[in-house]
């Protein structure tokens, strides 16, 4: 059984006081909006867990019915950290559930095709991750001022989400991380530390996620071009 966790628990303060990121309306909906129906399209996912902060839950819950949603789902509250939240919702999947896909709420434009790719991928692999590979110059400055060197972006990928796992292979690697008292905001990273391979899986569409006002006119576009990726 492959299940989803949907991590929404975060407070996007890049986003400005008083505003909940997720909640913002573009292209007809709001974006968390967005992101649950990739899922719930998804034919790979079987059932979907939202980790929200406490309070929202019933925020949450009305959206199932607003737009429809089919497929089985949870709504459970976050922790202090991203990582927290993660541990959370893994606690939550269903004992049937061998593979999962973590994916920002923020991430509104993740195609289906993406999410059943990195769902293949790590079924094979154990840990998988949707990625695209780096084409900026990338310098490296130690104090923010001043650039000490460029690195070589021929290795480098950025890596977005879904991030999609075996569920023992994340669990072991999060509880090893739980274990060294260490926080990671990528749940790639925790595979690390067990030595668990992690493949990339090119993400060959724009998958942007939301985290400054300025983002808002790029994904409202890219989410009104096409509803059906």
Known sequence: ????IIVAAGKGTRMGPNKEKLFLEIAG?????????RF???ACIEEIILVVREGQEQMFARLA???GFRKP???IGGGAERQDSVWNGLQALSPATDVAAIQDAARPCTSV?????????ARKTGAAVAAQ??????KESLDGRIIQRTLDRSGLWAVQTPQTFRVAVIRRAISEARRQGLIFTDDTAACEL???????????APNPKVTRPEDLPYIEMLLSRSRTP
């Open 1 to 4: 059984m492959t299940s989803a």
């Open 29 to 37: 909906r709001p974006i968390i909006a967005h992101t649950w129906e």
């Open 40 to 42: 719930d399209r998804a």
């Open 65 to 67: 019915g607003q737009f």
């Open 73 to 75: 789902h949870r709504i």
């Open 113 to 121: 095709a993406l999410i059943t790719a990195t769902v293949e991928a």
């Open 133 to 138: 590979p780096v084409t900026d110059t990338i």
């Open 194 to 204: 067990i030595s668990q391979p992690v493949q990339l899986v090119l993400s060959d």
